[in-house]
């Protein structure tokens, strides 16, 4: 399968909110609310921010939630900081126990 | 707290075979009910799934790597390892090692990761 499709790059300034999407199909995003959400800073592991479309680990802010809609997945940042630039990757159960990852969004913070 | 670290050769000549292995503390792969998989990432790229296993039980690779790739466990040492067989430049990649909620995939521990370099 090929990856989700996520923006390349998106930008915000601080304080406003900003909204990521990742497209899937119909046998991937829009099949199973098994959706998550990794946050990437360069040299860094990622680190899970949302699961299971729209729910937190613990220790992750609010500002960070998650949404669906069909084959469309969805990050929303809002209260945007100048330490939430980074890369951010949606993934999602892909059938038959496989999983897929979209191709990555760099966030910059003007 | 779960910690995974990833270990291995951080060269490999292309045609070999690239192992890493993956040693996992604060939780035990004896009776796990998580799968334990791999993940890498390609130089200036995206993440990739590469495969998971769950302890005892079943292994589920990625279909693009399946004819030259195993994940196995060694519960003795609490570890699992990657092989990925006939590698090539294209295999150049930081290879993540990591938790996965069983049943909702979806990582909640990683390794800091390993670059293997290919050449």
């Known amino acids: 399968q090929s990856a989700l499709t996520q923006p390349v790059s998106m930008s915000g300034s601080p304080g406003q909110s900003i909204t990521i999407s990742c497209i899937g199909t119909s046998t991937n995003v829009g099949n199973y609310d098994l959706v998550s959400w990794y946050q990437q800073f360069p040299g860094k592991a990622p680190k899970l921010i949302i699961y299971?479309?729209?729910k937190r680990p613990s220790g992750v802010s609010s500002r960070f939630s998650g949404s669906k809609s069909g084959n469309t997945a969805s990050l929303t940042i809002s209260g945007l900081q100048a330490g939430d630039e980074a890369d951010y990757y949606c993934?999602?159960?892909?059938?038959?126990?496989?999983?897929?990852f979209g191709g990555g969004t760099e966030l910059t913070v003007l | 707290q779960v910690q995974l670290q990833e270990s291995g050769p951080g060269l490999v000549r292309p045609s070999q075979t690239l192992s890493l292995t993956c040693t996992v503390s604060?939780?035990?792969?004896?009776?796990?009910?998580?799968?334990w998989g791999w993940i890498r990432q390609h130089p200036g790229k995206g993440l990739e799934w590469i495969g998971y296993t769950y302890p005892g039980g079943t292994t589920h690779y990625n279909t693009s790597l399946e004819s030259r790739v195993s994940i196995a466990v060694d519960t003795s040492k609490n570890q699992f390892s990657l092989s990925l067989r006939s590698v090539t430049a294209a295999d150049t990649a930081v290879y993540y090692c990591?938790?996965?909620?069983?049943?909702?995939?979806?990582?909640?521990?990683w390794g800091p990761g390993t670059l293997v370099i290919v050449s």
């Open positions: 604060g939780d035990s792969l004896s009776g796990s009910t998580f799968f």
């Open positions: 990591a938790r996965d909620v069983t049943g909702m995939y979806y990582f909640d521990f």
């Open positions: 993934c999602s159960c892909a059938g038959g126990a496989a999983v897929i």
């Open positions: 299971e479309v729209n």
